[in-house]
């Protein structure tokens, strides 16, 4: 069975400075997609960034970007430049190729401090 | 805005009792998921519907049952409702059923089990 596990339950980073947000995964498969999600106070889901696991570029998305290390089973989150608008909890999430299952781990809630 | 439409947004109601939740997909996403995100679970998936048909079933009670009209719509029920019930219900879409599809959630359903 695939987990996805966040071992930060809580970070916190000053505005404008970078933060990273771990994550890591369990599969046995080979086509897989891996997701960072972003739920702020509204509890609204928001997709912030996506990742194939057959490319080996690094997914990028204006201030956030990861760091996928496939044979670490690794998918970690890196925002640039804080924003206070930033501050959330964020999920990250594992599909198969072949199902339409979303795994979340545990989240990180994240605080921005002015 | 997501696209994807939920009914109502906050349910308060007594134990023992049963209630429905609605969602309504974006416009030509046949794919509508189910997901439960609560304190002590956390955000996991209950069933996924397809074109009207159920396509994976997650952690999802026998207490629960789920459907996909022919319009898309999908109504999730909850019976015999407990305290431990009482979470933030998800409706997502998605155009296809595999796991590079991208799905869009709605934003909740707040259900109070008193």
């Known amino acids: 069975a695939q987990t996805v596990t966040q071992s930060q339950p809580e970070m916190s980073v000053q505005e404008a400075e970078t933060v990273t947000l771990s994550c890591t995964y369990d599969t046995s498969e080979s086509n897989y ?8 106070p509204s509890r609204q889901m ?13 997914a990028t998305e204006n201030r956030f970007s990861v760091n996928f290390q496939k044979a670490a089973k690794s998918f970690s989150l890196k925002i640039s ?8 909890m964020y999920f990250c ?7 339409g299952k979303l795994i979340f781990g545990q989240g990180t809630t994240l605080q921005v401090k002015p | 805005d997501s696209g994807v439409t939920q009914t109502p947004k906050h349910l308060i109601t007594a134990t023992g009792q049963r209630v429905t939740l609605r969602c309504s997909p974006r416009s030509g996403d046949l794919s509508v998921y189910w997901y439960q995100q609560s304190l002590d679970q ?4 209950l069933i996924q519907y397809y074109n009207g048909e159920e396509r994976a079933k997650g952690n999802i009670l026998e207490r629960f049952s789920a459907q996909q009209f022919p319009d898309l719509h999908s ?20 155009v296809g059923l595999k796991g590079y599809n991208e799905q869009f959630f709605g934003p909740g359903t707040r259900l109070t089990v008193l």
Do not use: H, M
Not at chain 1, 93 to 99: H, K, L, P, Q, V
Not at chain 2, 75 to 94: M, P, R, T, V
């Open chain 1, 33 to 40: 997609y891996l997701f960072w999600y972003k739920q702020p």
């Open chain 1, 46 to 58: 928001i997709l912030v960034i996506r990742q194939e696991a057959y490319k080996q570029q690094n």
């Open chain 1, 81 to 88: 430049d804080s924003q206070l608008g930033d501050t959330a």
């Open chain 1, 93 to 99: 999430a594992f599909i198969s190729g072949n199902t």
């Open chain 2, 42 to 45: 956390g955000l996991q998936f």
């Open chain 2, 75 to 94: 109504e999730l029920n909850l019976s015999s409702l407990e305290l431990g019930d009482s979470a933030l219900y998800f409706c997502a879409s998605s």
